[in-house]
């Protein structure tokens, strides 16, 4: 993150907060990292107000939708014959056919950075959102629910001072634009066919042989002889089929009966003048995850266990 500051206040001095928006995974909730993110306004000039993850268990977010249209542009890259085995093909990979749109990428080796301080912070695993304040950081399991619980800066184990020793260089590229992308409306194809021709085909499929098919409304019994046909206007019965109807039609009929029949009923709606009980209204945030502590088997259950599967 301070890599990244730096090149961004190098290349937009009026820059001077930040917003950052992860993924939801484990490995980018470093405590570390968090705790040291009030630091980097002092090498950096910019100040990092809010970090805020994705949402649990909420399907793919924007960081997602973006990692899935790079990795499709490398396995194109790989589908052209080339191999993605290290990070500098990688890379390549990325910036090929003039790269992604709104990515930059940087390679950077961390085989000579000194281990960090480990810090610990009990419950950063269940933090979604956070807010730097002067004084402390307010931190929040979902979005805007409750007033958030303050850490104060004192109760932090970050560390004094950032080492920043990256030496790798962002690709060129700048902020694109954001918008909305709106599909446009396919064209109707007009026929291109005179109207004389258009008549003509008509014609010729009315004049087209077809079996004698009777001449009652409804009726959907048809013939191979002229003479069955006579035959089933003397003596048979039609076979009537009702008309199909689609649901518009049949909305449309429901609306007029009701117009008709139902125009002086007014529906009354009854309402509940029991109370609530105190005890069914669930106070705020009553959804949010319980973290459970692991217990160990006591002695009596290891030897029950021993003695059951020995």
């Given at each position: ?19 950052f ?45 973006k ?6 542009h ?34 950077v ?58 030496n ?7 902020f ?16 291109t066919?005179p ?11 009315e ?33 009537l ?5 689609n ?41 949010l ?22």
């Open positions: 993150m301070e890599h990244i500051l730096c090149n961004l206040s190098n290349e937009h001095p009026e820059i001077t907060t930040a917003y928006r992860q993924d939801n995974a484990g490995c980018y909730k470093s405590a570390a990292m968090l705790a040291a993110c009030p630091l980097m306004q002092k090498t950096t000039s910019i100040n990092v107000r809010r970090v805020d993850f994705s949402d649990p268990q909420g399907g793919k977010g924007s960081c997602d939708r990692a899935a249209t790079i990795k499709a490398v396995r194109r890259f790989v589908n052209e014959g080339h191999d993605v085995l290290t990070a500098d093909d990688f890379r390549d990979a990325i910036l090929s056919n003039n790269g992604v749109r709104g990515v930059r990428v940087a390679v080796n961390c085989e000579f950075l000194a281990p960090a301080q480990p810090v610990k912070w009990e419950g950063v695993s269940s933090i979604n959102n956070l807010s730097y304040q002067v004084t402390g950081v307010t931190v929040w399991k979902a979005y805007d629910v409750g007033k958030g619980k303050t850490i104060l800066r004192t109760q932090l184990q970050a560390p004094s001072t950032l080492q920043n020793q990256f790798g260089s962002f690709s060129d590229g700048d694109v634009d954001i918008c909305a992308s709106t599909r446009s409306a396919p064209e109707l194809k007009t026929s066919i109207l004389h021709h258009q008549v003509n085909d008509t014609s010729t499929e004049q087209t042989p077809k079996l004698f098919t009777c001449p009652v409304d409804g009726c959907v019994k048809c013939f191979q002889q002229y003479g069955s046909l006579e035959i089933h206007l003397q003596y048979g019965s039609c076979k089929v009702p008309e199909r109807e649901l518009f039609d049949k909305a449309k009929i429901c609306y007029r009966d009701k117009l008709l029949h139902d125009r002086g009923i007014h529906p009354v709606l009854t309402s509940s003048t029991l109370p609530l009980p105190v005890g069914d209204i669930k106070p705020k945030g009553w959804a995850k319980v973290t459970k502590k692991a217990t160990r088997f006591n002695e009596k259950q290891k030897s029950t266990s021993k003695k059951s599967f020995s």
